[in-house]
């Protein structure tokens, strides 16, 4: 019988938050992992403040953090064998990041599973994001129902600082910052240098429509 040789893929899997990226990337880790096959697991600004992957419903493991200098293709080489990559909070790395996951697949045979959301809390598209949508062989929106608080289908996430919508500031800023977000554990303060002071920030996933006109619902502070 010939044995076809399998090709490897770069994929992506994006969606707003709690539509279920992380518990998906550890699930597909383990599922590779029990067939054999050694990988990596790589995050980046993860909720927790570490370098491991955690989901919102209690799953965690130990990942490498993917710095903003960090070479991925010499990462891989460094290592015996490694089949496949597991490339949580995707969307945070460099666009130079990106296309080395590219070369991994074409040039070491290597699998790259990559998650992460596809645009920030204005609806404006990571760079990284961006690219995976230009480079990948396959592009999933994940379809774990994710809603807006007035029922829709919620599509985009919305900034919160001290309860109330904004539409500017740094597009990369760790949020859920206080108990009682209802987005998860507490996670570490805002990044450094990014002018949000002691302001408590959250996210909270929108339609499009509310998120257009910065309504959080009833109750809420609006924009």
């Given at each position: 019988?010939?044995?076809?040789?399998?090709?490897?893929?770069?994929?992506?899997?994006?969606?707003?938050?709690?539509?279920?990226?992380?518990?998906?990337?550890?699930?597909?880790?383990?599922?590779?992992?029990?067939?054999?096959?050694?990988?990596?697991?790589?995050?980046?600004?993860?909720?927790?403040?570490?370098?491991?992957?955690?989901?919102?419903?209690?799953?965690?493991?130990?990942?490498?953090?993917?710095?903003?200098?960090?070479?991925?293709?010499?990462?891989?080489?460094?290592?015996?064998k490694v089949d496949y990559l597991i490339c949580d909070e995707a969307c945070f790395y460099s666009v130079e990041q990106?296309?080395?996951?590219?070369?991994?697949?074409?040039?070491?045979?290597?699998?790259?599973?990559?998650?992460?959301?596809?645009?920030?809390?204005?609806?404006?598209?990571?760079?990284?994001?961006?690219?995976?949508?230009?480079?990948?062989?396959?592009?999933?929106?994940?379809?774990?129902?994710?809603?807006?608080?007035?029922?829709?289908?919620?599509?985009?996430?919305?900034?919160?600082?001290?309860?109330?919508?904004?539409?500017?500031?740094?597009?990369?800023?760790?949020?859920?910052?206080?108990?009682?977000?209802?987005?998860?554990?507490?996670?570490?303060?805002?990044?450094?240098?990014?002018?949000?002071?002691?302001?408590?920030?959250?996210?909270?996933?929108?339609?499009?429509?509310?998120?257009?006109?910065?309504?959080?619902?009833?109750?809420?502070?609006?924009?």
């Amino acid at each position: 019988m010939q044995v076809v040789e399998r090709v490897a893929q770069l994929r992506f899997f994006y969606g707003p938050m709690d539509c279920g990226k992380s518990t998906l990337a550890l699930q597909m880790n383990y599922n590779h992992g029990r067939q054999g096959r050694r990988g990596l697991v790589l995050t980046k600004h993860d909720r927790s403040g570490g370098p491991q992957v955690t989901t919102r419903i209690g799953l965690d493991q130990e990942a490498i953090e993917v710095t903003d200098g960090l070479d991925l293709v010499r990462l891989v080489e460094r290592h015996a064998k490694v089949d496949y990559l597991i490339c949580d909070e995707a969307c945070f790395y460099s666009v130079e990041q990106i296309e080395q996951l590219a070369d991994l697949v074409d040039t070491h045979g290597v699998d790259v599973y990559a998650f992460g959301l596809a645009s920030d809390f204005r609806s404006v598209m990571f760079p990284a994001a961006q690219r995976l949508f230009e480079l990948a062989d396959e592009v999933s929106r994940l379809q774990v129902e994710v809603l807006c608080w007035c029922g829709r289908a919620g599509q985009l996430n919305a900034r919160v600082v001290d309860g109330r919508m904004v539409r500017t500031g740094e597009q990369v800023v760790i949020g859920d910052t206080v108990p009682d977000s209802g987005a998860g554990e507490p996670a570490p303060d805002p990044l450094p240098d990014l002018e949000i002071g002691e302001a408590a920030v959250r996210y909270q996933v929108l339609c499009r429509r509310h998120h257009r006109e910065g309504d959080l619902g009833p109750g809420a502070q609006q924009l």
